[in-house]
């Protein structure tokens, strides 16, 4: 997925979802996804007209990604 706006270029996304219970929006795994940038899957498919909430690490416990 290649987001020229958002400086995205990504081999693939995370599918992200609202935790039905506390009301938060889940992020991708800082121990096996912190190079993988996630999507909301409520919101419409990055690059699609409308709202789109894309989620990644700037760092995590291992530096900086």
């Not at 919101?43 to 409308?50: A, N």
Request: glycine share 12%; net charge negative.
């Amino acid at each position: 997925m290649k987001i020229d706006a958002a400086g995205v270029d990504a081999q693939r996304m995370v599918d992200l979802a609202v935790d039905p219970v506390s009301g938060e929006l889940g992020v991708p795994d800082a121990d096996t996804d912190a190079d993988t940038p996630g999507w909301w899957t409520e919101g419409v498919t990055p690059g699609e007209q409308g709202v789109s909430v894309l989620v990644a690490h700037f760092d995590t416990r291992h530096g900086r990604r």
